[in-house]
């Protein structure tokens, strides 16, 4: 499985409420939150995000609420894969368990900027950037959560356990 | 090798004799916690199981404290689903409008957490329980809802950083000023992944409220819990609160932790978290000149009794700032009785402050008290991120209910002395 698109890049420490803001959740749709993702910190992303486009950060990405609005709004928008420093706890769960790829590498990171190509091989864990023609190793997934993630979310792996 | 407390409670829920840093297990839950936003999400999801039953109809507890009394149409229809839901699934904890309270403050004081508990809430602050030491964190709405069907979560075991609190803080610094404290020498992303687990003879100093205050910020620096030791204070809230049996578990002594700090209580000041992380933090003698549009008194982090009682001796025979707005929230309805009886209402309401029904409100930006463009708020509340309280150009300072009570007086960041 692999991903490839354009890259959105971002700093440390985005936060759940500028990746959807609590003024937005009283609603629970996907699509309808797809169309605030990023609002707070980037109000051109949801006019310039295709489907497959990744999300490239610093560390901590995802800290602050529990709200899974947060990876379900990406999600929705398009994004393909979100690459990090590092992850906050609570947002990388929900990522995994609502299906999302995310990948922890602080050299991509850092090697990769906003309009970047980039494509990303799951399997291998190997991040290109064919803008800058570098690439990068990200962390592989544990058995269990690459279990998960290729049963599309914790629901469905449970049901096939049981 | 020895494990960490936090280490110990995983492994007694996960059957286990033993477990390490960095083991993934699964590990048996005795409370499964929503609200009514993350709870719509995951009955959605409770859709796709191939059961229809949840494991256990008093083991979870569904708390409708952001958006209500509803503020609006589509929340009502949030709240409907999750009523619906209790109703069909008999849920014994589920707390309405006028059972309610901010879910951090109403589930202990119901009895429904306990030491040695395993707890998983689709709620951030949930890490709040471990001041009564249980293990308690956050989780999205699918961890909650495969946790309502299956009574199991999968956690990655944590390793920690200890934090050795000594010495007696002074009349005017909280469990809140220790936690900002805290959170701004190592980082919103401190304890990323890690238990925190506070210990030292500096914890007698601290009531209940102010270690609810510590646990429930725990995760302002990443951590995945924070968590006290069982003294006989706690003991006692246990006891008042709770008919349920509870298990005292400790670290080992020889337990291995990433880190270790000393913290000498006595030596910390008020301290106040600048815009826009709570690790921008000075204290309140450090702050200078910075107005102030609004004060909210209240919340998940301090909207307890003691916070009330503290915001009510300073605010005593005092005004609030004229063009000052001040939101005082008790937390559940317990403590709005309580203090209603002591008569710290009606200081509050002489002073020029408002106060309201229970609410998460104002804290994410929901309602009661959101910020216009260019506008500052002090708060008690745990999250200054852009954007969280209204328009993203406006700003909010986290800090205790005795620093924001003064600043409540003078229009200005105050220490409470003053």
Redesign the interface.
Known sequence: MKASGTVFKYGD?V?T??II???Y????DPKELATHCME??DKEFVNQVKPGDLIVAD??FG???????A??AIKAAGVSCVIAE?F???FY??AI??GLPIIECPEAAKGIAQGDEVEVDFDSGVITNKTKGTKFQGQAF?E?MQKIIKSE????Y??QK? | MGMTMTQKILAAAAGLSEVKAGQ?IEAKLDLVLGND??S??AI??MD????DEVFHKDKIALVMD??VPN??I??AQ?CKCVREFACKHDITNFFDVGEMGIEHALLPEKGLTVAGDVII????H?CTYGALGAFST??????M??GM??GKA?FKVPSAIKFNLVGKPSKWVSGKDVILHIIGMIG??GA??KSMEFVGEGIKNLSMDDRFTIANMA?EA?G?NGIFPVDELAESYMKEHSARSYKIYQADEDAEYDEEYTIDLSSLKPTVAFPH?PENTKTVDQAGEVKIDQVVIGSCTNGRLDDLRIAAEVLKDKKVAKGIRCIVIPATQQIYLQAMEEGLLKIFIESGAIVSTPTCGPC???YMGILAEGERCISTTN?N????MGH?ESEIYLASPAVAAASAITGKISAPEE
């Open positions: 420490n936060d409420d500028v803001p609590a003024r959740l009283n609603s629970s707070d910190i560390k901590n800290c602050g609420s529990s709200r899974e609005h990876p379900i590092t906050a706890r609570i769960r929900n368990n609502i544990p269990f979310g914790l629901i469905n449970i049901n049981q | 993934l936003i993350t719509p999400v959605h999801e796709k199981f191939t059961t952001h958006f503020k609006d589509k929340s949030h809430g689709a709620d951030s949930t956050g989780v999205g709405s699918t961890d809802a495969a069907a299956t999968w919103v992303d990323l992944y995760i990443g995945k992380l994410l930006g929901g999250r991120f852009v954007g969280r993203v």
